[in-house]
């Protein structure tokens, strides 16, 4: 089955760019997801991109996927304290069950003012 | 949440008691699904569901019971068997073009 991983942890400081990336391994993958999580909430679709796309960028977010090597980065522009979350990476699959999101064990952004 | 609500925000479980986690939607989606998230831990699937009167078991579904009976609703039972329930739950239903949204959520502890 699809497996997704992610680094454990990121911090950067206020005002900097942060790149978080993901890779996976179903090369049939269809569409990637990053999802925020804040703390006791549940997870918030940030953004996604359609698997024969390169790059899409969405205000201060900028994702680059690169399908050859199965790696996904997400880049969020001038960092804020507010984006300090987890960040969940997800791949979407399709298999006997039907379509089928697969995340990594997310990645924790640490904002520094 | 996008037309999907999870209820209670929080929930108490006393040893050896059963307990039901609601998760309600009215969007109309056929697919419905829980996971489990643990501290500083990704998320675990516990059952999912793709249709009404149909579910499936996911990754962790020992010590968890569901029911589909109508296509709104997806209720989590925490049974005694789960040994270690105390954890944050997620119920989530799915849009193929944009992924899955989620419920806010419930934060199971037993005492």
């Known amino acids: 089955g699809e497996d997704v991983e992610q680094s454990l942890f990121l911090s950067v400081r206020e005002g900097d760019s942060s790149v978080i990336n993901c890779t996976y391994t179903?090369?049939?993958?269809?569409?990637l997801y990053w999802y925020k999580q804040e703390p006791g909430a549940g997870l918030q679709l940030l953004t996604y991109i359609f698997s024969n796309m390169d790059m899409k960028q969405d205000q201060r977010l900028t994702v680059l996927l690169n399908k050859k090597d199965k790696h996904l980065s997400l880049r969020i522009a001038d960092t804020q304290t507010g984006d300090s979350a987890i960040y969940f990476c997800?791949?979407?699959?399709?298999?006997?069950?039907?379509?089928?999101?697969?995340f990594g064990g997310g990645t924790r952004l640490m904002v520094k003012p | 949440d996008g037309g999907i609500t999870q209820s209670p925000k929080y929930l108490f479980r006393k040893e050896g008691q059963n307990v039901t986690l609601s998760c309600e939607q009215n969007l109309n989606h056929d697919a419905m699904y829980w996971y489990r998230q643990d501290p500083g831990q990704g998320l675990r699937l516990i059952y999912y569901s793709q249709i009404v009167n149909d579910f499936q078991k996911g990754d962790i579904a020992e010590g968890y019971s569901v029911s589909r009976e109508k296509k709104e609703s997806f209720p989590l039972t925490v049974t005694s068997a789960q040994k270690n329930p105390t954890a944050f739950y997620l119920c989530?239903?799915?849009?193929?073009?944009?992924?899955?949204?989620f419920g806010s959520g419930t934060r199971l502890t037993v005492v």
């Open positions: 179903d090369s049939s993958s269809t569409y």
């Open positions: 997800a791949s979407l699959t399709n298999n006997n069950a039907g379509n089928m999101l697969t």
């Open positions: 989530a239903i799915s849009d193929t073009f944009r992924g899955y949204t």
